[in-house]
């Protein structure tokens, strides 16, 4: 994942144009300024669409909250600004937020996370945003390595490792959901 190290910090503003003026590519900025630049590839693409696809039928079946897709960046409480591939927020968390700040970069860690290795990431640069996540108030960050057929669940009090799982069940913070992996990793 590269790491650019500007003269300066890019306000949200700056960042939310670098994203409309460059299509394709995926701008994060951490706490301390550094941007992290990432295209989508084919394959991780393909399979963020059928996470985010899943994750958004659970929703709509049982309404407790909403989903964003990976264009939606979350001002974190470090002053981060990252966009997972997926994400889940309680209902009640984003009717709290005022209109502006729905509009801008919502201002919170969301409930649930989704990140997909892309060749470009390795699984130790991942596992680095997913600490990144929960030490901002995340519940929940779940890792899907499609090269190794590997899916890690971080919570607070720590991480589970699948290994070429069929179902990974995402109790108790996303109630009922099971992460479907059948036809995510190929062969």
Do not use: C
């Not at 919170?108 to 596992?127: I, K, N, T």
């Not at 108030?137 to 009090?157: A, K, N």
């Amino acid at each position: 994942m590269p790491l650019l190290d500007l003269l300066r910090p890019v306000s949200d503003e700056e960042l939310r144009v670098l994203s409309e003026r460059n299509p394709g590519w995926q701008f994060e900025r951490l706490a301390d300024g550094r941007l992290i630049v990432s295209p989508a590839g084919g394959e991780s693409g393909r399979i963020r669409a059928a996470v985010l696809g899943q994750l958004y039928r659970w929703n709509e079946a049982r309404g407790l909250g909403v989903v964003f897709d990976a264009s939606t960046g979350f001002k974190l409480p470090d002053g981060s600004v990252l966009a997972p591939d997926a994400a889940f927020l309680l209902g009640e968390r984003w009717q709290a937020l005022s209109q502006e700040a729905r509009e801008g970069f919502p201002p919170l860690a969301p409930d649930a996370v989704f990140e997909v290795r892309s060749r470009s990431q390795g699984l130790e640069e991942l596992r680095e945003k997913a600490a990144w996540y929960l030490a901002n108030g995340v519940r929940l960050v779940v890792l899907l390595d499609p090269y190794l057929h590997r899916v890690e669940v971080f919570r607070p009090g720590g991480v589970e490792a699948h290994q070429g799982p069929e179902r990974v069940p995402l109790d108790p913070e996303l109630p009922g959901f099971v992460l479907e992996t059948r036809g995510l990793f190929l062969p």
